[in-house]
């Protein structure tokens, strides 16, 4: 359990963070204090870890009808549920929160790339028969 502790840590600084610079970039995304930010990055941490799955998995076919789009729409209202959580935390509307936590995640996917040593690569597994059989599995 303690050896995932510092990547909590690391993940959590990415995350205030990228909230951060997105409260710079966005006029409608604001922090009352570094409190408010810091609580905020955690809950959405949280949000994104145990909520966002379970709406993913209700709103499956609305996702597939839409191409996967209707994943931004979740991410918006994750990033609006927090905003309203958090007393210090505002948000102007629905269409500052969906272009904000586009921005929040790919800024977050850059900077724990950067940061916490991600490796990630364009390749894709090919499929082999099996060895000897010439079989496909």
């Known amino acids: ?3 995932s502790l510092p990547s909590f840590f ?11 610079v997105a409260s710079h ?16 990055a955690l809950l959405l941490g949280f949000a994104n870890a145990v909520l966002r799955p379970l709406l993913f ?11 996967g789009i209707f994943v931004l ?8 549920l927090v905003s309203a959580l958090v007393k210090g935390f505002q948000l102007s509307g629905f269409w500052t ?17 950067v940061l916490a040593g991600g490796d990630w690569s364009w390749q894709a597994p090919v499929p082999m028969p ?6 496909w599995l």
């Open 73 to 80: 729409v979740l991410n918006a209202l994750m990033l609006m």
């Open 97 to 113: 929160a969906f272009f904000a936590s586009m921005f929040i995640g790919v800024l977050s996917f850059l900077l724990s790339m």
């Open 25 to 40: 970039v966005f006029k409608g995304l604001r922090f009352a204090d570094t409190g408010s930010l810091v609580v905020a």
């Open 130 to 135: 099996a060895p000897g059989t010439g079989q």
């Open 10 to 20: 690391i993940q959590w600084a990415i995350t205030s963070l990228s909230l951060w």
């Open 57 to 67: 998995v209700l709103t499956l076919p609305l996702t597939v009808l839409t191409l």
């Open 1 to 3: 359990m303690l050896d």
